[in-house]
């Protein structure tokens, strides 16, 4: 299995279909955290649906942080947020935004802050690194090494800490987490990339890769797949 696929077939996930095939590949997302047994799979739908959203949320994030666009980075972090600057204690010198992150088969509602660099400049890229760092610290507590914010908080890095975990939710987020790693190291190639079919942002192992990768032990991209037999109906219907 390629870790570095996981966090887009996961992203993939919109819809009850697509859950049932993710879970069909790979087996239950998550885990009861006591006991390690599987959810059952009514109550692990709407888990896996927020799992997948959040994945998705923060690969479109490394995928804007290559161009270093801040316009992108708000856009993607207004979207998400559910109460903004809720959180004063942070102080003036910081920007704090509140989101709804998955914590586990949960939901909760989670205030990130940065410090501003320049007075009155919103430090959207600090608060994309915070973001990222913190969705995927939440479900690799017991892999290591975690993610943390570089010193300056513009990029991230791998921190040492914990044991060894079980749970394919946190196989996940430690490849989102090497996307992360990977991505600030090929910004040039723009590894990081939205699908040209659906739009899911993928790890592009290949520099010529336009589409999702494959599903595990399958050689073709579904997306390829799809976008091919459109441009051969086309063809056909302007032929006949
Ligand atoms: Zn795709």
Redesign the pocket.
Known sequence: MNLINLPNNLA?VQSPETAARFVETYGPLLYHYEGGRPAPATEALRPLLAQAEAVRLALRLLEAMQDDNDERLAHLLNAAQVIRRDAPDFGPHSFAMSFLLPDGPLQTTVTLAAPYRTAGEIPWRELAVTLVCTVANQHTVQLYPGLVPSPGGLALERQVTGHVGLSLVQLVWYGVGEIALRGQENVKQRRIRL?E????P?YALDGRQR??PPDPWTAE???AGRRMQRLIRARRKKEG
């Open positions: 993939q699908c079919e659906c739009g899911t993928f589409f999702c991209s579904r997306c």
